[in-house]
């Protein structure tokens, strides 16, 4: 089922309670928070304490996107903080399988992200336990970039892997998604669409949520 996930990093951090709110009346399914170590990516969002408020201040579920290096780091305090959903990058860690055993041992959903540049097939043997998968659709560490064609390709590569291998994981896409890269994901397989700047620019957040879902 399509889902729209504000990414609370395009947000006025100066209202952030209201800014939930209205995203949450407009029809968003689950807030995506973006955490950077200016390592992994050179930039840095927001840490644990900004988790722990907003986490408490929503109704709707949390995904955190971890890119930093460590993604092991942490777990346990998102776990206490009731977040539904972590995302780790493939990229960031020689041990995917540890780091998503110890998601899923904390009772949450464990997702993989992938830069774009890498393969879907470099996590095949993951696909049997992930809970879901992240396409980046833009080189991760800013918001307002735009949405990279080539990503595309690859989450109708992973629809193919996941019909064959009957799997069950969601496909999450980030970067560059308005109505219309959401059309073009939709029809590719995708099911939990991220959306920063678009959807926290848009005069009309709910007609904008309704016409991504399409
Ligand atoms: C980028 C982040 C995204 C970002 C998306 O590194 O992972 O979640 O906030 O923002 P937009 O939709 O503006 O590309
Ligand atoms: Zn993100």
């Known amino acids: 089922m399509v889902k729209i996930l504000p990414s609370l990093l395009a947000s006025d951090f100066t209202r952030l309670g209201q800014e939930i709110e209205d995203m949450e009346t407009a029809g968003a399914d689950i807030f995506h928070l973006d955490i950077m170590d200016g390592q992994f990516v050179p930039n840095i969002s927001f840490g644990l304490p900004v988790v722990k408020a907003i986490s408490e201040h929503a109704s709707i579920p949390v995904d955190v996107h971890l890119m930093t290096n460590q993604p092991e780091q942490f777990i ?50 993951l696909l049997p336990e992930i809970d879901f998968v992240l396409i980046m659709t833009v080189n991760p560490g800013f918001g307002g970039q735009s949405f990279i064609g080539s990503c595309a390709d690859k989450i ?10 009957r799997f069950d994981f969601d496909i999450e896409v980030d970067g560059g998604i308005d109505h219309e890269t959401a059309a073009i994901c939709r029809r590719r397989g995708a099911d939990l669409f991220v959306s920063g700047s678009y959807l926290f620019q848009s005069v009309n957040p709910r007609q904008a949520i309704l016409e991504m879902k399409g």
Do not use: C, Y
């Open 76 to 125: 346990p305090e998102f776990k206490e903080m009731e977040v539904d959903m972590v995302s780790f990058h493939i990229e960031a860690t020689q041990h995917p399988h540890r780091v998503m055993q110890l998601i899923q041992k904390n009772g949450m959903r464990a997702g993989i992200a992938l830069n774009p540049h890498t393969p879907v097939q470099s996590i095949k043997h």
């Open 156 to 165: 109708g590569e992973l629809n193919d892997m996941r019909s064959s291998g």
